[in-house]
């Protein structure tokens, strides 16, 4: 992967749309973030065409201010194949890795609580996590070699723990083979009943593909922090998380599983694959999704039974509206609707660079010469530097899902469809487009 394009499509960092509403000029209730209709049209045009092409079987776009509600939205599509309902930014989607940054804020109200520092060992939670083999580049052809420093939770929320992932997803050499040999940290295996913390202790047998603190590697680490999230606070990750965010924020349709009764409003996962093949040439989609055909698309899945577990580095479902909420209360500070749910504080560290120790190569090796030129990574967020300033936070979900959070200029874009796998990346061009239409 030699450029931002190609390896942003590996993570699904992809689309963003809005659709505009009437008038020339638009701005919430409260007259923030007013947008001139022109420029954003030119977005209209590009997703509509995407959507009427049949390239895109549906998708919903939320614009936010941190100070209310939602600014834009752009809508199209139905959620089951040529029939269902409407998607709507009520719509539910699978999110897969925008779970990370709701995980990553959960680990950052502990530190708030004074119950886990960002420098704590692994092994503090995990003892089988006290002395850890690395094999350089995840190759066993390599001479394995003592960890020279143990995983903290500052590594594992920041990827540079030296965990990594399967190979379909991101995963480096021999040990990602493992990865998906064993499921490490696979949720939705079917028939499996391994609990997160069964999934540590299968992934501490493995070795690391690089010393913790010295290089950037997509990895299952935020699924290890929501194991630490279980054993510190002694509650089920999905139910911790909906105390602490889901419920104060009025996230009323996010879960890592869609209840029976909210079937009907949530979008089945789409490809372009051959649905009939892709369990024997990729045996980690052995997975409890039911398969239905169609002549629009080739394949599409809806989940049918519940997780074993609830998986921190992708297992969220949600709507554009709920993580809308989610990322106007970080904007803000951590303030929503009158309730501080994080400090200010908290989401000041949690929004710092904390890669800042890295070689410039490690981002090279990761994303590529064009976004390791902007690319930084906090407790959390991806984000995008230019002139050496923020320009925005940034990540996104391998069934093409996307969000942008531009604190400075007040606006949030929170893009959703559900197609696997991921085809286009525009995202950073919708978010100028944006740009250049605020008045």
């Not at 924020?249 to 093949?277: E, Q």
């Not at 090279?364 to 407790?379: I, L, Q, V």
């Not at 230019?386 to 320009?391: I, M, R, Y």
Request: with cysteine; glycine share 8%; net charge negative.
């Amino acid at each position: 992967m030699q450029r931002l394009g190609r390896k942003l499509q590996r993570i699904g960092l992809f689309f963003i749309s809005t659709l505009l509403l009437s008038s020339g000029i638009f701005a919430d209730d409260h007259g923030a973030s007013r947008f001139d209709e022109n420029k954003l049209s030119e977005i209209k045009a590009q997703f509509d065409g995407y959507y009427l092409d049949g390239r895109i079987p549906n998708y919903a776009f939320g614009l936010y201010s941190k100070s209310g509600g939602s600014v834009y939205s752009a809508i199209n599509g139905l959620t089951a194949m040529n029939s269902g309902n409407e998607v709507d930014l009520n719509t539910i989607y699978w999110l897969a890795s925008m779970t990370k940054p709701v995980v990553s804020a959960a680990i950052m109200k502990l530190i708030e609580e004074g119950k886990l520092d960002l420098d704590d060992k692994l092994s503090e939670y995990f003892p089988e996590f006290s002395d850890m083999l690395v094999a350089p580049e995840g190759n066993y052809d390599n001479t394995l070699e003592e960890a020279r420093r143990p995983i903290t939770l500052r590594h594992l929320i920041t990827h540079t723990s030296g965990l990594t992932y399967q190979p379909n997803v991101t995963g480096v050499g021999d040990v990602a083979k493992q990865y998906e040999e064993f499921q490490i940290m696979n949720c939705y295996t079917s028939g499996d009943d391994t609990t997160l913390s069964e999934h540590m202790e299968m992934l501490s047998q493995l070795p690391l593909i690089a010393h913790p603190g010295e290089a950037w590697n997509y990895s299952v680490g935020i699924d290890a922090l929501g194991a630490v999230i279980e054993k510190v606070t002694g509650k089920k990750l999905d139910v911790y998380l909906a105390e602490t965010f889901f419920i104060p924020l009025g996230m009323n349709d996010s879960f890592f599983y869609v209840p029976m009764d909210k079937r009907m409003d949530a979008s089945r996962i789409f490809t372009s694959l051959d649905a009939a093949s892709m369990p024997e040439d990729n045996p980690s989609a052995k997975i409890n999704w039911k398969i239905i055909e169609s002549e629009t698309w080739k394949g599409a899945f809806e989940a049918t039974e519940a997780p074993a577990c609830s998986s921190g580095g992708g297992g969220l479902w949600a709507s554009v509206n709920d993580f809308g909420r989610f990322l106007q209360m970080i904007a803000n500070d951590g303030l929503f609707a009158g309730q501080q749910i994080l400090a200010s504080e908290t989401v000041a560290l949690m929004l710092e660079n904390q890669t800042a120790t890295l070689l410039p190569e490690t981002f090279r090796r990761a994303f590529g010469e064009d976004a390791s030129s902007f690319m930084e990574f906090t407790a959390g967020f991806g984000r995008k530097i230019v002139n050496d300033e923020v320009d925005y936070y940034f990540w996104g979900g391998a069934a093409n899902t996307f969000f942008w959070m531009d604190k400075a200029k007040d606006h949030i874009g929170v893009f959703a469809t559900q197609l696997i796998p991921s085809v286009y990346n525009v995202s950073d061009n919708i978010e100028e487009i944006v740009d250049q239409a605020g008045l």
